[in-house]
């Protein structure tokens, strides 16, 4: 690839297997080594974490004995794969916690009128400082906050989350794919189980 490397947000894997970048490896349990991320949750975490609008370049390092002349372009196929189907099921679940701000408003609107209604009724409770009226008072603005918090919550800002991911997908969907081999088959892989991810800025 002849691109400027400046221009290029670079995540470095090194994976045991070409399929630990789309399912846990089998491994011991107990092993230091044990990764239980894959490489594709490992990369989300990196581009969740530093915005960037650049190319991502994934840099994969594989045992010798992994690499084939297609394996690059089985995984791009398959990353692609990933990302669509996953954005649909973002896109998916931000309507459904529309839906269920929506649905909630069914118990928190009640929840706010009472809360009105004893907010009005401490109106009326003298003298205005007595602990009865100060207690119907903030009980009765708790109770509205309550009412509308949550609904709004959810039907506003939950989708934000399912949002951000999708715009990391659509980067990582993108994403040129280029395998090497691990540097040094001969020592011990202190990552044997797994990926480790790092980034290039």
Not at 60 to 69: F, K, N, T
Not at 168 to 191: E, F, Y
């Amino acid at each position: 690839m002849t691109a400027d490397r400046s221009r290029l947000r670079i995540i470095k894997l090194r994976l045991m297997h070409a399929r630990d970048m789309f399912e846990l490896p089998q491994a011991d349990l107990f092993s230091e080594y044990r990764s239980f991320l894959t490489g594709v949750e490992f990369c989300l975490s990196e581009l969740r974490g530093a915005p960037s609008f650049r190319q991502v370049r994934l840099e994969i390092s594989l045992p010798a004995g992994d690499i084939s002349d297609d394996v690059s372009a089985r995984l791009s196929r398959t990353l692609r794969q990933y990302c669509e189907d996953r954005i649909r099921y973002n896109r998916a679940e931000g309507r459904a916690q529309r839906y269920g701000g929506i649905s909630a408003l069914r118990i928190g609107i009640p929840v706010c009128v009472l809360g009105l209604l004893l907010t009005i009724a401490a109106a009326h409770i003298e003298p205005s400082d007595s602990i009865l009226h100060t207690i119907f008072d903030t009980l009765g603005w708790v109770l509205v906050w309550i009412g509308l918090w949550f609904p709004i919550d959810q039907f506003l800002f939950y989708p934000l989350l399912y949002g951000r991911e999708n715009r990391v997908l659509r980067q990582l969907a993108d994403a040129a794919i280029v395998i090497v081999p691990h540097a040094d088959v001969s020592s011990p892989a202190r990552w044997a189980g797994g990926a480790t991810p790092s980034a290039g800025r």
